[in-house]
């Protein structure tokens, strides 16, 4: 069952800026629930990039940014470099799912 | 720095029972949630539960309920996870997590530990 849907690839050339939305419903992300965003580099776990919608852990560029608006996110990487080139996950938390958090469907970057 | 360092590969047959481990360390292991995330291959995250190392309190997704069991040994600070009757469909990475707080991030995960049901 998908909860929150995802494009499942994104692209763009070294420096451009690419965008991706995590669409929820009025359960989710529409309800006001945190939306958190990880990267994960082929062959490894992932990795924390944005947590609370918008705020940046230590060490993660400001290249990286996401924003809330009604029942979608969006996760924006500017000056996209080779080393973005990975999948990327939205989660939140679903209050009809028995107290459940999900994740999204994945997004593929990939850097032309 | 915060690690957590999981139990090696597995391959089970189906029916069998699964047991994974996760060792904390780097800060103190009650303070904070252990989540489990599990994986399979070409897919995205799957989360299965949590489990509070301080009360012993779980919480487990619907899916996985009547089949998986978080404890922990805090003497040791060592999360554990096991799964029952396996499937071919369980056949995926599982990845334990450190969450931040009530709907918090995840913000440390474990290597992760592949685990393969074949008959």
């Known amino acids: 069952q998908t909860v929150l849907t995802q494009p499942p690839s994104v692209s763009g050339a070294p420096g451009q800026r690419v965008t991706i939305s995590c669409t929820g419903s009025?359960?989710?992300?529409?309800?006001?629930?945190?939306v958190h965003w990880y990267q994960q580099l082929p062959g490894t776990a992932p990795k924390l990039l944005i947590s609370a919608t918008s705020n940046r852990p230590s060490g993660v560029p400001d290249r990286f940014s996401g924003s809330k608006s009604g029942t979608s996110a969006s996760l924006a990487i500017t000056g996209l470099q080779a080393d973005d080139e990975a999948d990327y996950y939205c989660?939140?938390?679903?209050?009809?799912?028995?107290?459940?958090?999900?994740f999204g469907t994945g997004t593929k970057v990939t850097v032309l | 720095q915060v690690q957590l360092v999981q139990s090696g590969a597995e391959v089970k047959k189906p029916g069998a029972s699964l047991k994974v481990s996760c060792k904390a360390s780097g800060y103190t292991f009650t303070t904070y949630d252990i989540h489990w995330v599990r994986q399979a291959t070409g897919q995205g995250p799957e989360w299965m539960g949590w489990?509070?190392?301080?009360?012993?309190?779980?919480g487990y997704a619907r899916k996985f309920q009547g089949r998986v069991t978080f404890t922990r040994d805090t003497s040791i600070t060592t999360a554990y996870m096991e799964l029952s009757s396996l499937r071919s469909e369980d056949t995926a990475v599982y990845y334990c997590?450190?969450?931040?707080?009530?709907?918090?991030?995840?913000?440390?995960w474990g290597q992760g530990t592949l685990v393969t049901v074949y008959s």
């Open positions: 489990m509070n190392p301080k009360s012993g309190n779980t």
């Open positions: 997590t450190r969450g931040q707080g009530f709907l918090g991030s995840l913000d440390h």
């Open positions: 009025s359960s989710n992300i529409g309800a006001g629930y945190d």
């Open positions: 989660q939140s938390y679903d209050d009809r799912l028995s107290g459940s958090r999900v």
